[in-house]
Nanobody, 124 residues
Framework: QFVESGGGRVQPGGSMRLSCAASGVTLDYYAVGWYHQAPGKEREGVACISSGDDSTYYRDSVKGRFTISRDNAGDTVYLQMNSLKPEDTGEYFC???????????????????WGQGTQVTVSS
């Protein structure tokens, strides 16, 4: 089970950091993805990190603005979101799977044991 936290309301241009933790699992050996579900739309991967060399993939819409990273203990994966836009509004979910060396492959996952997500609202 994954637990997402850090969401809230922010003005356009603001920043926010989301956290993903998993009970009973050390995320250090897992590929991890962050997924965004805008209101009325399907969930899509926006930032993913591989299980091998920590290579990353970002959806075009967030490149240069979002950064996915792991903490040193391997317990938490973060999504740093800068220059937020109204279209970034929605629910954010994380997912971790073992032995996925291609971060793009992680980002196109559509099935998994999803957590409850964390809501991000970008609005003035």
């Amino acid at each position: 089970q994954f637990v997402e936290s850090g969401g809230g309301r922010v003005q356009p241009g603001g920043s926010m950091r989301l956290s993903c933790a998993a009970s009973g699992v050390t995320l250090d050996y897992y590929a991890v993805g962050w997924y965004h579900q805008a209101p009325g739309k399907e969930r899509e991967g926006v930032a993913c990190i591989s299980s091998g060399d920590d290579s990353t993939y970002y959806r075009d819409s967030v490149k240069g603005r979002f950064t996915i990273s792991r903490d040193n203990a391997g317990d938490t994966v973060y999504l740093q979101m800068n220059s937020l836009k109204p279209e970034d509004t929605g629910e954010y979910f994380c997912l971790a799977l073992p032995n996925i060396d291609n971060p793009y492959a992680m980002c196109i996952m559509v099935t998994g044991s999803w957590g409850q997500g964390t809501q991000v609202t970008v609005s003035s």
